[in-house]
């Protein structure tokens, strides 16, 4: 099975007969132990620090289907160096573009990516409870958002109605969550630990839906629900709503609840909250170890890893467009 591989240091990335050798280099430009990297075992690349590497080395990557992301200092995504695309199909794009000019449509397909989110975040919520959290409240305001869902005949509509669910959603975590305290949701900088997992979270899970969208037919460029972007694969942004609160807030929970992540593991500077590399290195692994789990699919009668029903999706979603069959985005059922 493929694998995804982080690289947390600075380096260089070449090319050694069918390998990849990464040479970390530290802030006085000492070289490390090399590390080597069978190109048949790698799904995608994170790069958390610099990388120095040529074209010959992309274009390497591109034969193999390789895509590498790329976060800087603050742990921000600054962008994907993604292979042409091999599966783009013609029917599938015309399909999928004719969804989004036509408002009608595309409020459909939207409004189901906001529902699947709110589906899975009350389903959080709905487990905290049953273990005597305090979280009554969320849980009867964002049930009755998801009433109106389906009211709403404009985008921008749609988009301020899922603003106010996912912020009585982040109003239980502190509830939740032991020994931290999150308060508003801060993005640019986040202004706290919380606010600083859920950011880097919310970008793992981003790429980790573009590199499935990339697998299949369709166009990660054409969305929904996100407005496309000249500088950004907004169909990702589309999928991620409905994974984010199994992928990312869940681990969020375990790992502090658990104390696998603590406040030694972050440090101010100036108005923003940065992760160390404990914190991020402790989240990647959580995160892998949550896309390899298995679970009992309800309509495919089989287990199915985390990581592949992000691809199911991807499947429902093309089927919906062509015509095939309704789609019904993923909610957790237990």
């Not at 050694?16 to 802030?27: A, G, H, I, S, Y």
């Not at 990297?37 to 992309?58: H, K, Q, R, W």
């Not at 990339?214 to 999928?239: C, K, M, V």
Request: hydrophobic share 35%.
């Amino acid at each position: 099975m493929k694998k995804t591989y982080y690289l947390f240091n600075p380096g260089r990335l070449s090319r050694q007969d069918n390998t990849l050798r990464f040479l970390p280099v530290d802030e006085n430009g000492c070289e490390g132990q090399a590390r080597y990297l069978p190109v048949e075992t790698i799904d995608n690349i994170y790069c958390f620090g610099s990388l120095d590497a040529n074209s010959a080395m992309y274009n390497f990557l591109g034969k193999h289907h390789i895509s590498v992301h790329f976060f800087d200092y603050y742990e921000h995504y600054t962008g994907s160096f993604m292979p042409k695309e091999y599966l783009l199909a013609g029917k599938m794009q015309v399909e999928q573009t004719k969804y989004f000019l036509s408002n009608k449509k595309r409020i459909v397909v939207a409004q189901k990516f906001v529902l699947g989110g709110a589906n899975n975040m009350l389903k959080n919520l709905q487990y905290y409870q049953n273990r005597q959290k305090e979280v009554g409240k969320q849980i009867s305001a964002i049930q009755n958002y998801i009433t109106k869902i389906e009211d709403t005949t404009q985008i921008d509509e749609l988009m301020g109605l899922e603003g106010n669910i996912r912020q009585t959603y982040y109003e239980a975590f502190d509830v939740i969550i032991n020994d931290f305290s999150m308060g508003n949701r801060t993005k640019q900088p986040p202004n706290n630990e919380v606010n600083a997992l859920i950011s880097f979270g919310n970008m793992m899970c981003y790429t980790l839906c573009l590199d499935q969208i990339y697998h299949t037919q369709l166009n990660p460029t054409i969305s929904f629900l996100h407005e496309p972007g000249y500088r950004r694969y907004s169909l990702a942004l589309d999928l991620a709503e409905i994974f984010k609160p199994i992928l990312v807030d869940r681990t969020i929970f375990s790992l502090l609840n658990k104390k696998q992540i603590q406040a030694s593991d972050f440090r101010q500077e100036l108005n923003r909250c940065v992760m160390k590399d404990t914190a991020r290195k402790t989240f990647a692994q959580a995160f892998e170890d949550k896309l390899k789990e298995t679970f009992k699919h309800r309509s495919l009668g089989r287990n199915v890893s985390y990581k592949h029903l992000v691809k199911l999706e991807c499947y429902k979603l093309s089927k919906h467009l062509l015509g095939i069959e309704e789609y019904k985005p993923f909610k957790m059922n237990w």
